[in-house]
């Protein structure tokens, strides 16, 4: 005859058994109750590649552990090989599609580029969060009109402001 149930045959824990139990379950209570993080972003990079140094600098910081930037970038690390505008608009347009912000990284130059501009309506088109970033304290640099048009939120270059502006234009999405 099998008997089933029951429960362990009389054992009983020792008291530093149970000290060590509520102990590892104060820790776990402890854990439970801090903040989730926040999720690492999906970042679309647009900007012009005469501004490749200061966009790469800016890539680097997201990768500094000490740092509050914090993004998976998907952007182009290498411009596309062909002048057939379709194609590197099918290409810029499944970067876009995987990201959930665009960010623009603004300089002097940035508001002339027509690519600049398609990327911005592009990522709206697709439903992306997209915010400026003004790699440069200059007030007098102007802000692409897409941005303009749809009230897009431009910072500084402040990781912290960067890091909000970010993820409030994910949730919005």
Known sequence: MIEVGGGGGGWAPSRGEVSEIG??????RRELEKPAPEPRRRVFLSFRGEDKTLVDLYR???KNRNTDLDFIDFSLRAPFNSENAEYIRRGIRERIRQSSVTQVLITESTHKSKWIDWEIR???RLGKGVIGVKLN???????PDAIKEHGFRVV???HAEI???????????
């Open 122 to 124: 592009e990522s709206v």
């Open 137 to 143: 304290d200059d007030p007098s640099v102007k802000i």
């Open 60 to 62: 680097g910081q997201a």
């Open 23 to 28: 102990r590892l379950e104060d820790i776990a």
């Open 156 to 158: 500084g270059w402040n």
């Open 163 to 173: 890091r909000q502006a970010t993820n409030e234009a994910a949730e919005k999405r």
